[in-house]
Each structure stands twice: as C-alpha cells, then as structure tokens.
C-alpha cells in the first residue's frame, strides 16, 4: 500500500501536534504518560508555593505539585503527584516549608506510620504550613518594632522636656560651670607639676624613708616571731589565775571575811579604830603641853606634879 504525499503530511502534522502538547505540558511539569498516584490537600493560603515545588518525605523527593486551583470558597487545592511505592496514611501531614534563602516552598509529607489506612489515588491529607524564614524573621521582629517606636516616642519626649528646661539662664549657666570646670583642671595639673617637682626634689630623702620602712617592717617581724616563740598561753592562764584570786579576796572583803573585810563590814571595829586613834591624838598633845610629866630629870630629888587632864580632852565618850 502506498502512501499519499497527503497522507504522510497529515500524519506529519499530527505526530508534531501531539509532540507540541506534550512537550507544553511536561515543560510545565506535567506528564501525560505518568500513571503516578495524585493526592489533593486544601490549604487556606500556600504561601507562594509554585507547580513543579518538590514533594518530599524525610528529606526524600518523592513527587511534585502538579497543579494549583482556587476553589469557590476562596481556598486553595493543590494536586500532588507522588511517585514513590512507599505507604501513605491518610492521616499524615502535607505541610508547606521553606528550603532556603533561594531554594523556594516545598511541601513535606509527614506520615503517620502508626495508620495503616493508607492512601489511594484521589485521597486527600491534611493541610500545614510553616512560617518561612522571612515570616518567621518579620514575626520576631514585629514585637521589637514596637518596642523601638515606643522608645523613640520616650526619646522624643525627653528631648522636648530637656529643651524646655534648658533655657538661656541654663545654658549659661552650664557654660560657667564647664569653664570653672576647665579652671579647677588647670590649677590640678599645675599641683600635680608642683607635686612631681617635690618628689624629683626629695627623691633621695624618700628613698631613705622607703628604706627605714623596710628596716622598721623586718624589726616588726623579728617582734613578731619573737611573740610567737614566747609562752603566751602560760601568761594569760597564770594571768587568769591571778585575776580569779583578786576576784575572791574582793568577794571575800565585800563579805565581810579578814581583816580588809571587818574594817570594812564590822562598824564596832572602825569605832574601836576611831578611838584608839583620839587617845593617842590627846597622849601627843599633852607630851607636847606637859613635857615633863613624862620625862622628868631631876637632880635635887623634886616632887613630881600631880597629873591635870587636859582641858581640851577631845575624846568621845
């Protein structure tokens, strides 16, 4: 059988129009020959998720998004075309996550291994996502944001209020007192020249203070050791026993004990005391007024005087 030029050119034009279909779609990430297992999830928001995002589990490529579509309510359904053999619950996740600074949203499917209600072709799973690092970022930084307003906003207001307080007499003021300030600076650093010319002056003498501080600290230490060596323990406990014996002869006085004591205590003794002590002031005066009654030298054999009593007998009776 031959074929007609009109025949070969309709083939022709055939094989190129379905090349040209399938070539269109498979650059847009659609294959017409795939008999891979398509899952669909609802999301409220894919967050710049695009066709042709891998599909990934544990890390692992297993599909592609094969398409995006608005729903009526406003929702977004994303077909999944997955290629793996490996069993998906239909309770696991799909959930979209960033890959990188530049490698775009994808979405990872997170099995639930303990469901074993696996998925068909059709079936569809549960809907995540996760905030990307710009989210994320913007999210964290929102917060601060506020903070950083209301902090300018203080800022404002105190500079408003110190300008509002710092009025011409203030500036003058704050002027005066810096350039007393720079004065007092002044006159420290000319001390502080006097004071070096002083040391430069003295330097020798200082010298020799520095050096009978030294002799002085090593006399201090000899001192010390000298302590050290000596029996401390034995003085103060000799001490102890001295200071408990002062302590129990006062005691014993304060009771009225010896002959400290009854001076002290015994009233009848100091009387006798205070007696004794008038008799012999009046024996002092009347040897001193009648000499000779006591010592009488005679010798022409005269007749002693009759003794005569004091006339000032202070004796109490």
């Known amino acids: 059988m031959k074929l007609t030029k009109e025949i070969k050119t309709a083939i022709l034009v055939i094989v190129s129009i379905i090349l040209f279909i399938w070539g269109y779609n498979f650059l847009k990430g ?8 398509k899952l669909f999830v609802v999301y409220e928001n894919v967050a710049g998720l695009a066709t042709s995002a891998p599909v990934t589990l544990n890390g692992l490529t297993i599909g592609k998004v094969n398409s995006i579509t608005i729903n009526p309510d406003g929702k977004l359904l994303v077909e999944l075309h997955i290629t793996t053999d490996f069993p998906i619950a239909k309770s696991s996740i799909a959930e979209i996550y960033d890959s990188g600074l530049v490698g775009g949203r994808q979405i990872a499917i997170k099995p639930n291994l303990q469901d074993k209600n696996y998925t068909q072709s059709g079936d569809y799973l549960q809907a995540s996502s996760k905030l990307g690092l710009t989210d994320a970022l913007a999210q964290q930084l929102e917060p601060l944001q506020d903070k950083i307003q209301k902090l300018l906003d203080n800022a404002d207001v105190l500079f408003t209020n110190v300008n509002g307080i710092l009025d011409n007499q203030t500036k003058q003021n704050l002027k005066n007192s810096i350039a007393e300030l720079n004065n007092t600076l002044s006159e420290f650093s000319a001390v502080s020249k006097n004071l070096n010319e002083i040391v430069a002056t003295n330097k020798t003498k200082l010298g020799s203070v520095i050096s009978n501080f030294d002799k002085t600290s090593a006399n201090l230490v000899v001192m010390s050791d000298s302590l050290a060596k000596a029996n401390l323990g034995q003085t103060v406990k000799n ?16 009771q009225g004990k010896g002959t400290m004591g009854k001076l002290m205590k015994d009233e009848t003794m100091y ?15 009347d040897l001193r007024l009648n000499p000779t009654r006591y010592v009488n030298v005679s010798l022409f054999g005269k007749k002693n005087k009759p003794y005569v009593a004091p006339i000032n007998d202070t004796i109490k009776k």
């Open 271 to 285: 009387n006798n005391f205070s007696k004794a002590s008038n008799e012999l002031e009046l024996l002092l005066q």
């Open 239 to 254: 001490l102890e026993k001295t200071l408990a014996s002062v302590d129990k002869l006062m005691a014993e006085m304060e």
């Open 30 to 37: 659609k294959n017409l020959f795939d008999n891979s297992n």
